[in-house]
């Protein structure tokens, strides 16, 4: 279909709208999002895709995997903060709804995409730069995590991030994960290495919200995920790096027990050795990965004794060896089903409900529906975090996040299908173990009454589970800074700040 001069076009949609009263921020029609679009085409000089493009399908489908995808009335791609504040405030100012897009490595339903709205893609954000001086660098918000971490490497530093190079800047550290990385131990989350926000408020202001400007924002952003503004750039701590002993070791299924208690004398040991951090996988349907343990020293030590509990456990492949992290990190390769989503809760170390929990995910019937799906798969995550990773943060500054200073288990269960018409199934059995595994926590007196943001599904209440403490903090940060709530109201995705009223930990 032929596309109708920019500027006839922008005119004929816009001018039978200037009479109309603005929408209220409950109310969004073809319309007023239509209108926005153009708008955003005629006044910014920057790019807005339009369904009737082409490249349309490739940009509004950009998300890691078709449970994220959707139709947005356009795609809007600025490169600059300013082009970001005109638009914002435009569709604070008109009641618009839109979403927010940095890598798109989420699974969640319209968490980072939209229908009938708006959709900021923020992949122009792709520049890096190192300021030795200052022992920084600042981080566009649309860069991948492999972007970053090659730049840097040509000058021996790195900085507190993702696991997975594809995963995006902007989504993993803003999350309630926080950017819970393999240097964790040592400094913290991700979010709590961050010096300095440029941050897009509703009002379109930009500001910098660090320690010493907005020092509240600067807190609220440390887990607040997508509620306050729109983040355009990270100033992040920079770290010596070099070699690592790292990669994963492969097991059979059988080997379950055995691993458990290794990962217990692990994370029980009095003081936990900062240079070692792990992740183990199980995968109870599949018949060639039993379970997978990525496991990385942060120096170039062969066969550290943190490690130890887990070195008599026969394997069926080691490909650990000494290597730069970022080699290390290029191994970690997300699942590629179209169709995913992740549960997640938290418990504390103890022998006999590692070993209920071994039983619930290795035979419960949810496994049997989950194999009937077509390429029904499942795999179950024990991340351990030691209290190191929780006070690092605290040294920081603080983060939103409320976390119990105890060693403890951040559980997650990724399922992964292939049909649309298998969604209800699949999350109804994945939600159904999930509830299994805590219940068992809580019966034995040791769950952690925490969900972490980047990998939960977006029916789990996660800032809810922040704490009352946290929770008040952060909604007297919104009313300072987004009165109106336009976050909350016109940006439906994500995980939003709980009602006024509504009872938390």
Known sequence: MARIPLSLRALSILGGLLCLP??????????????????????????????????????????????????????????????????VKY????????AIRSGGHSPAPLGANINDGVLFDMSGFNSVEYHAGQGVAVVGTGLRWGDVYHYLDQYNVTVVGGRILQVGVGGLTLGSKCGLSYLSDMYGLACDNVESF???????????AN????????????????NFGVVTRFTLTTYPTG???????????????????????????????????????????????????????????????????????????????????????????????????WYATS????????????????????????????????AVGWQ????????????????????????????????????????????????SLIAKVEDAAKSSGKHVDYIFMNDAAVSQDVIGHYGNKSVAKLRAVQRRYDPREAFQKLVPGGFKLPPEGQKMR
């Open 198 to 208: 440029e941050i897009v408020l509703a009002d379109g202001s930009i500001v910098n």
């Open 347 to 378: 418990f504390k170390t103890d022998a006999t409900l590692f070993k209920t929990v071994e039983k619930i995910v290795t035979t419960a019937p949810e496994l049997d529906t989950i194999r009937n799906l077509t390429a029904g798969s499942i």
């Open 243 to 341: 070699n690592v002993w790292g990669g994963y070791r492969m097991y059979s299924l059988d080997a379950l027990p055995a691993l458990f208690d290794a990962l217990l004398q692990y994370q029980s040991v009095p003081v936990k050795d900062i240079y070692a951090n792990l992740m183990m996988q199980a995968f109870p349907l599949n018949g060639t990965i039993g379970v997978l343990l990525n496991m990385v020293y942060n120096k170039p030590v062969e066969m550290p004794a943190a490690f130890a509990p887990f070195y008599n456990i026969p394997t069926i492949t080691d490909t650990v060896h000494i290597q730069p992290m970022t080699d290390f990190l290029a191994s970690q390769v997300p699942p590629s089903l179209p169709r995913l989503n």
């Open 384 to 431: 351990p975090i030691s209290t190191n990773a929780i006070l690092a943060g605290h040294v920081r500054g603080g983060n939103a996040l409320g976390l119990e200073n105890v060693n403890q288990t951040w559980f997650v269960i990724d399922i992964g299908w292939w049909d649309a018409e298998d969604d209800a199934v699949a999350n109804e059995a994945t939600e």
């Open 22 to 87: 603005s929408p209220s921020y409950g109310v969004l029609n073809q319309t007023s999002a239509s209108a926005a679009c153009a708008y955003l085409e005629s006044t910014l000089g920057t790019g807005v895709v339009l369904p009737s493009e082409v490249r349309y399908q490739t940009v509004s489908e950009k998300n890691w995997v078709q449970t994220a995808w959707a139709s947005p009335t356009c795609v809007f791609q600025p490169t600059t903060a300013q082009q970001v504040s005109r638009a």
């Open 91 to 98: 569709l604070a100012q008109r009641g618009v709804h839109f």
């Open 211 to 226: 320690k010493h400007s907005h020092p509240d924002l600067w807190w609220a952003l440390k887990g607040g995920a997508n």
